[in-house]
């Protein structure tokens, strides 16, 4: 009896370990599923359900470790791709910093020349072929009274070596003029004379400098290119053909320089810190005049030119 009761004691405990994994394998197939079979399962006896419950606990523990594995490995390299990604954006962000640095240290000029006194009308040119051409050798902004076609230069310019750019500086003739009538340039840079009128036109230079004498004429649609060397005061420009069109080309050993827009501004920027002299000159009226100018870095200086008469005109 005793060893009765004791074997339905291990039965019954088999039985509860058992019946604690049977929801995992209750089922298994005995033979292949063909298209229209009858689907026939056998339920696992105690013993064999019991044997094959432990006998799956080693494949179980094998896929779990593998996968553990797999998600650690997963873990590591996006880690390190995210590092790696982190790592340029930080090199990236470092360069930016570092290449913005000596930029931080200039400072710009920017300002206005504004004309007080009384516009002189057009002068009337008559053509070669009987026309009447108004030339305005003044031109103010009717609004803020800024002066057109002032060139505005240090002369006194930091020591920083300027690249040649690779465009030309373009002067057309159309309209039996020159357009731009004042421009600057840096030396060596090309210079090209433009043709778009319908009759041949000229370039003839009064300079200083052998090197910047030009005396040619072309037709329609036939550019003229010269390169200029640095010269002190503009390189007068006209036509031998048309007296009446004259412009001025400022060519410089240095990049700070500009000409006033419409409405007479202008701006020079990336200037060293330092006390300039800045000179203005307006060519087609022979007015001139220049300032002391303190560039701050990452500041800039406002300046406000006022022109109140004409050169020769009598003081008020």
Same mark, same amino acid.
């Given at each position: 009896?005793?060893? =009765?009761?004791?074997?339905?004691? /291990?039965? !019954?405990?088999?039985?509860? #370990?058992?019946?604690?994994? %049977? $929801?995992?394998? *209750? @089922?298994?197939?005995?033979?292949?599923?063909?298209?229209?079979?009858?689907?026939?399962?056998?339920?696992?006896?105690?013993?064999?359900?019991?044997?094959?419950?432990?006998?799956?606990?080693?494949?179980?523990?094998?896929?779990?470790?593998?996968?553990?594995?797999?998600?650690?490995?997963?873990?590591?390299?996006?880690?390190?791709?995210? =590092?790696?990604?982190?790592?340029? /954006?930080? !090199?990236?962000?470092?360069? #930016?910093?570092?290449?913005? %640095? $000596?930029?931080? *240290? @200039?400072?710009?000029?920017?300002?206005?020349?504004?004309?007080?006194?009384?516009?002189?009308?057009?002068?009337?040119?008559?053509?070669?072929?009987?026309?009447?051409?108004?030339?305005?050798?003044?031109?103010?902004?009717?609004?803020?009274?800024?002066?057109?076609?002032?060139?505005?230069?240090?002369?006194?310019?930091?020591?920083?070596?300027?690249?040649?750019?690779?465009?030309?500086?373009?002067?057309?003739?159309?309209?039996?003029?020159?357009?731009?009538?004042?421009?600057?340039?840096?030396?060596?840079?090309?210079?090209?004379?433009?043709?778009?009128?319908?009759?041949?036109?000229?370039?003839?230079?009064?300079?200083?400098?052998?090197?910047?004498?030009?005396?040619?004429?072309?037709?329609?649609?036939?550019?003229?290119?010269?390169?200029?060397?640095?010269?002190?005061?503009?390189?007068?420009?006209?036509?031998?053909?048309?007296?009446?069109?004259?412009?001025?080309?400022?060519?410089?050993?240095?990049?700070?320089?500009?000409?006033?827009?419409?409405?007479?501004?202008?701006?020079?920027?990336?200037?060293?810190?330092?006390?300039?002299?800045?000179?203005?000159?307006?060519?087609?009226?022979?007015?001139?005049?220049?300032?002391?100018?303190?560039?701050?870095?990452?500041?800039?200086?406002?300046?406000?030119?006022?022109?109140?008469?004409?050169?020769?005109?009598?003081?008020?």
């Amino acid at each position: 009896m005793a060893d =009765s009761s004791a074997g339905s004691a /291990r039965q !019954g405990h088999a039985g509860q #370990a058992i019946d604690s994994f %049977e $929801p995992l394998v *209750r @089922f298994r197939r005995t033979g292949p599923l063909l298209p229209g079979s009858p689907r026939r399962a056998t339920r696992f006896s105690g013993k064999a359900q019991h044997g094959l419950v432990y006998a799956r606990q080693p494949v179980i523990v094998a896929v779990s470790l593998f996968l553990l594995v797999g998600l650690l490995f997963t873990g590591i390299v996006c880690h390190g791709c995210h =590092s790696h990604e982190e790592e340029i /954006r930080l !090199g990236r962000w470092l360069s #930016a910093a570092y290449a913005g %640095e $000596p930029a931080r *240290r @200039f400072g710009q000029i920017a300002g206005l020349v504004r004309f007080t006194g009384q516009v002189p009308p057009p002068r009337r040119v008559e053509t070669n072929e009987g026309s009447i051409l108004e030339i305005v050798d003044l031109e103010v902004h009717p609004q803020n009274r800024g002066v057109h076609e002032v060139f505005v230069y240090l002369e006194n310019p930091p020591a920083l070596q300027a690249d040649l750019p690779k465009e030309a500086v373009v002067i057309d003739q159309v309209n039996l003029r020159f357009r731009p009538r004042v421009a600057g340039v840096l030396a060596g840079q090309e210079v090209r004379f433009e043709n778009n009128d319908t009759c041949n036109h000229g370039v003839q230079t009064v300079t200083s400098l052998p090197a910047n004498h030009i005396n040619a004429t072309a037709g329609p649609g036939t550019p003229i290119v010269h390169r200029f060397q640095a010269q002190r005061g503009p390189i007068i420009v006209g036509c031998p053909l048309h007296p009446w069109m004259r412009a001025y080309l400022f060519a410089l050993p240095h990049r700070f320089f500009a000409v006033t827009n419409e409405r007479g501004e202008f701006q020079l920027a990336g200037i060293t810190p330092a006390t300039y002299r800045l000179r203005f000159v307006h060519p087609l009226t022979g007015w001139q005049t220049d300032r002391e100018v303190i560039v701050r870095p990452n500041e800039t200086t406002m300046l406000l030119v006022v022109w109140e008469r004409l050169p020769g005109s009598p003081d008020k």
